[in-house]
């Protein structure tokens, strides 16, 4: 779905510690008005300790600068670019140096946002999040009639989602920082890691993309550029037409491979339609906290309500790549005689003339689906994204592989070039 605004429907990831604010700008394509907001925003962290309701002075105004810069207070720059964004806090301060009960509301907010013990004071705790490297999307984005709550779940939507999962890609250029056939690598496994958590599959093409990739400099058909070393790392756009799903990157910034594929992992979940996640372990965290390929529950929980899971069997004999079984659904040998279900209870059994010959063990555990994954595993999860149990085949050397419920009672997964990778060991029945 195309945005009527292009900067309201795309993020930025940015490094911005707190005592490094004064030097940094809002992120992204913004308009070139966009400013810095100054030294004003900076906090020392050892002067705002335990800052709470009544305090006075500086620090406290870095705290409310900071809030401001992330959409929970009035902020011009915000409202130009983001159609739908209001602030979090519908009051000001009375005074920007005063910790007062509107300013305390917004550190509320904040720290529900972030997973943090809601206090309402600026504690060691509060602040050690808020100098941590982050995205400068706003924290929160909702339309007026949302109004902000401590009640928040963990992932986030963002935009609309691609009317097809079959997407495609294209890489613009390449970064100069390291081989090309790194850069491609790193930012394929990013992709892969999405698409082994969903029904999503992505191919390159030489034009006529749904995502684009390249690592730019300054000013680069955007209306607002990339900063050089240490700002602004990469922006993308949410699903739609035009620059929609494209992901920039910074050139400028000195990449090596694990760093460019944590980058790009976090900037393909914006491009397909996620926002942040309050869940700290999570890959759409705000805050970057190293390198880190691999999503987390929360991730998959939030792709699920985007996009489906997987896709059903479509025959006999096999549970292919990328499909799964939900409650009560089977998937037969072709003689058959033999019937893998996944029951409703969690288990996902293997039947003969209703006889159990092998199970999972996981009834009354949570799961409510099973899936046999593009990396190579299969794996039992709860809605939440949690596995409950799994095959344990997950690897580059089992990529595609496929479950055969055979007709001498065995289930065996394959690795797509040959070879087995698992087994239930129930030959010959």
């Not at 993020?11 to 004003?40: M, Q, R, W």
């Not at 994204?385 to 009672?409: E, F, H, I, K, R």
């Amino acid at each position: 779905m195309a945005s009527t605004n292009l900067f309201d429907s795309r993020f930025a990831l940015f490094l911005a510690p707190l005592a490094l604010a004064a030097s940094t700008t809002l992120v992204g394509c913004a308009g070139d008005d966009v400013s810095t907001l100054g030294d004003e925003a900076s906090v020392d962290a050892e002067s705002a300790a335990g800052l709470g309701l009544g305090a006075r002075g500086a620090e406290v105004r870095g705290v409310y600068e900071y809030l401001r810069r992330y959409g929970y207070y009035q902020n011009e720059e915000l409202a130009e670019h983001y159609a739908d964004w209001t602030p979090a806090v519908s009051r000001e301060p009375a005074d920007p140096e005063l910790f007062d009960e509107a300013l305390e509301e917004g550190v509320r907010l904040y720290q529900a946002q972030h997973g943090l013990p809601v206090t309402g004071v600026v504690d060691a705790a509060t602040q050690r999040i808020m100098q941590m490297p982050r995205c400068s999307h706003p924290d929160y984005y909702d339309p007026p009639s949302v109004v902000p709550t401590l009640d928040i779940d963990p992932y986030t939507h963002f935009g609309g989602t691609w009317s097809s999962t079959a997407l495609t890609y294209r890489f613009a250029n390449y970064t100069s920082d390291f081989a090309q056939a790194s850069v491609r690598s790193a930012i394929e496994n990013a992709l892969f890691s999405w698409r082994s958590s969903s029904s999503l599959s992505f191919s390159e093409v030489s034009s006529g993309e749904n995502i684009s990739f390249g690592f730019y400099t300054g000013s680069h058909g955007c209306s607002s550029a990339f900063d050089g070393s240490s700002g602004v790392l990469a922006h993308a756009y949410s699903p739609g037409g035009g620059l929609g799903g494209d992901v920039h990157f910074d050139d400028a910034e000195g990449w090596s491979s694990a760093y460019l594929e944590t980058v790009a992992l976090h900037e393909v979940g914006h491009a397909l339609g996620l926002g942040h996640s309050t869940d700290s372990a999570a890959t759409m965290y705000a805050y970057y906290t190293g390198n880190d390929t691999s999503l987390a529950d929360d991730d998959r929980a939030g792709i699920w309500s985007r996009y489906a899971a997987y896709a059903s069997p479509s025959g006999c004999g096999w549970l292919s790549s990328g499909q799964g079984l939900g409650a009560e659904q089977s998937v037969w040998s072709c003689d058959g005689r033999f019937q893998l279900k996944f029951q409703g209870d969690g288990n996902l059994v293997l039947y003969q003339g209703g006889s159990p010959l092998w199970a999972s063990g996981t009834n009354g555990k949570g799961g409510d689906r099973a899936i046999m994954q593009e990396d190579g595993n299969l794996v039992i999860y709860k809605s939440t994204g949690q596995p409950v149990w799994a095959s344990g085949t997950a690897g580059s050397s089992n990529y595609y592989a496929n479950l055969a419920v055979q007709n001498d009672g065995n289930v065996v997964i394959y690795r797509s070039g040959g070879g087995v990778a698992w087994a239930s060991n129930t030959c010959c029945h």
